[in-house]
């Protein structure tokens, strides 16, 4: 029988975990021609950096396992930006996004956000936001490397 799956708040102990995830992701929302323009963005996602930012009072973070396994991240930045979402491929499909942007937009509900949530979506994930209810709201940018679309869900859509 499969492990049942835990959503908890991410630690700074989870940082190197969450590290190797999103790094081993790369490929599905770094620009191939604008690789070297990334750097900047890899070293925002080394383990000692993500420590930082978990601890950050402005941050949200959450992480999805299966027993040992590291199945999902996501973080929220100031109640209102969905600043991190990435699921382990063998885990697509399985709802696991769906949960953890839920939990998230539930808690800045629950602190008193009002007004639009935002997220700059790799290509990759457009469509899952779509279904979320996010809309584009200007044409696709790359910066630092990382090719990305800028979405919003308003007020009424949630």
């Known amino acids: 029988m499969p492990e049942a799956l835990h959503l908890r ?20 929302f770094v620009d191939a021609n604008d ?8 070293d925002s996602l080394s383990p000692s950096a993500l420590r930082t930012f978990i601890a ?3 941050i ?5 396992r299966a027993g040992d396994v590291l199945l999902g991240v996501a973080s929220m930045k100031d ?3 969905l600043y991190h979402l990435f699921i382990s491929p063998e885990a697509h499909g399985q709802g696991i996004a769906t949960q953890l942007w839920m939990r998230l937009k539930a808690r800045a509900l629950e602190q008193g956000h009002r007004g ?4 700059n979506s790799s290509m990759y994930a457009v469509p899952v936001y779509q279904r979320f209810g996010f809309v584009t709201t200007s044409p696709p940018q790359t910066r630092h490397g990382v090719r990305y679309q800028p979405m919003q869900l308003t007020e009424g859509a949630q």
Request: charged share 25%; no cysteine.
């Open 56 to 58: 950050d009072p402005t």
């Open 79 to 81: 109640r209102r930006h």
């Open 116 to 119: 639009a949530f935002t997220v």
């Open 35 to 42: 690789r070297a323009d990334a750097t900047a963005f890899f």
């Open 9 to 28: 708040p991410a630690t700074e102990a989870d940082a190197p975990e969450i590290s190797a995830l999103i790094l081993g992701l790369a490929d599905f």
């Open 60 to 64: 949200d973070a959450w992480i999805a």
